[in-house]
């Protein structure tokens, strides 16, 4: 089965890109900035109602909804959260500053950079990702990784999100490989195993939380736990 690989392809957020660790360093830029609106709270009580209306976002994001709003709309939900009244150009410049700053930040997942400029001597390497062009661009240019890629995929460009086939297909074309020549790697079942499955793609689930497989919908070809892991299997002779 290994032998056959040619491409290795990854997911970008939660698998690459540590998206948890960048959103709190942005969120202590925010907080400084706007020190006369955030002054009064503990850093952990803004963190947590911005992950909640990001969450609630999200959600909204992978189940179809347009993303030109959706910023807008968790800056606002973000100020509900914390108790404060909801003003527009606030909620518009949170957002401007987020936008600005989020994908600048150094927030690598660990291994994720040695890894991918490894196998990058060894396989065509790329990504597949439901993310918008103006940050992932960005992101994975401030990690270091966009110039080793061969393909970026990204959802918002070509009008497909994961879990749909089609995109992981896109991807292959594009490296003019059989989708059985990939290799896809993503830390979500639904999204990354269901979809690059589907396509006809080999699977690697980067399993962090030890998750139960929700179903039988898509037998893995990989199961890791570390990005490490997978350096380790595909060096295997």
Request: charged letters at 25%.
């Amino acid at each position: 089965m290994k032998e056959n690989i040619k491409a290795v392809l990854f997911d970008v957020d939660g698998t690459l890109f540590d998206r948890g660790l960048a959103q709190r360093k942005v969120l202590e830029i925010i907080v400084r900035q706007f020190s006369h609106i955030f002054g009064g709270f503990e850093m952990e009580r803004v963190a947590k109602a911005f992950a909640e209306s990001d969450r609630i976002t999200t959600e909204e994001f992978e189940a179809g909804a347009p993303s030109n709003s959706l910023r807008r709309k968790r800056s606002r939900l973000f100020l509900q959260l914390l108790g404060l009244r909801e003003d527009e150009d606030l909620a518009d410049a949170i957002t401007e500053a987020y936008v600005r700053d989020y994908p600048t930040v150094d927030a690598a997942m660990v291994g994720a950079v040695p890894l991918v400029k490894e196998l990058s001597q060894l396989f065509i390497v790329g990504v597949v990702s439901n993310g918008l062009p103006d940050v992932q661009y960005r992101k994975l240019e401030a990690i270091g990784l966009q110039q080793v890629l061969s393909c970026i995929v990204l959802s918002e460009e070509i009008g497909i999100r994961k879990p749909d086939p089609r995109i992981f297909r896109h991807a292959a074309r594009l490296l003019q490989l059989q989708p059985s020549e990939c290799l896809y790697v993503g830390d979500s079942y639904a999204s990354d195993v269901v979809g690059a499955k589907a396509s006809g793609m080999l699977i690697c689930w980067l399993n962090r939380g030890q998750s139960v497989t929700p179903s039988e919908r898509a037998k893995v070809d990989f199961l890791i736990s570390s990005l490490k892991q997978l350096g380790e299997i595909l060096r295997e002779p």
